[in-house]
T-cell receptor, first 111, second 110 residues
Framework: ELKVEQNPLFLSMQEGKNYTIYCNYS?????LYWYRQDPGKSLESLFV?????AVKQEGRLMASLDTKARLSTLHITAAVHDLSATYFC???????????FGTGTSLTVIP | DAGVTQSPTHLIKTRGQQVTLRCSPK?????VSWYQQALGQGPQFIFQ???????QRGNFPDRFSGHQYPNYSSELNVNALLLGDSALYLC?????????FGQGTRLTVV
């Protein structure tokens, strides 16, 4: 059974600090996605990573993918309160089109 | 472009009843997937439709069924509702590698 593990599950950080969220998965895949979800809302696409070594940046967020290690990271630089949300990584295996989601990381940025 | 739209947004049903949820995909997208998200968890894949056929299915019982129409819109049907079916149901549409999610339908079973 494909497993996607995120850590930490909960993250409380001060504004201006940096931190990294990790996503490990157990299958062969070169398609990794990061989503943001605000309370009671749907999933907002942040990054689509489609090859080994892919790195994408948008504002204070940067995502990377290492398919050999089966690891993706989401790095937060100089956090601000507006980044408070739950972040999910999702893997789409090479043998299928469905997404397998991690358990999510609940991020709270404290002023 | 209206994006992925789902209806209704909220629904309350009684245990044992049946429910139908609807999804209109993003313009140009021919593949629709359904996910169940229980409170505090990540979304779980239910099934995927392409060209009006169920292409893949997750680990959900036969009480969960679906349909896709020629215009690519889709329905999710759940029979014999259980309390544990209470969740946010998300529809995702895709054309290639990227998927876009609708706002979801919050189903509460009482």
């Amino acid at each position: 059974e494909l497993k996607v593990e995120q850590n930490p599950l909960f993250l409380s950080m001060q504004e201006g600090k940096n931190y990294t969220i990790y996503c490990n998965y157990s299958t062969t895949s070169d398609r990794l996605y990061w989503y943001r979800q605000d309370p009671g809302k749907s999933l907002e696409s942040l990054f689509v990573l489609l090859s080994n070594g892919a790195v994408k940046q948008e504002g204070r967020l940067m995502a990377s993918l290492d398919t050999k290690a089966r690891l993706s990271t989401l790095h937060i630089t100089a956090a601000v309160h507006d980044l408070s949300a739950t972040y999910f990584c999702a893997v789409s295996p090479n043998t299928g089109n469905q997404f397998y989601f991690g358990t999510g990381t609940s991020l709270t940025v404290i002023p | 472009d209206a994006g992925v739209t789902q209806s209704p947004t909220h629904l309350i049903k009684t245990r044992g009843q049946q429910v139908t949820l609807r999804c209109s995909p993003k313009s140009g997208h021919d593949t629709v997937s359904w996910y169940q998200q229980a409170l505090g968890q990540g979304p779980q894949f239910i099934f995927q439709y392409y060209e009006e056929e169920e292409r893949q299915r997750g680990n959900f019982p036969d009480r969960f069924s679906g349909h896709q129409y020629p215009n690519y819109s889709s329905e999710l049907n759940v029979n014999a509702l259980l309390l544990g079916d209470s969740a946010l149901y998300l529809c995702a549409s895709s054309f290639s590698a990227e998927a876009f999610f609708g706002q979801g339908t919050r189903l509460t079973v009482v």
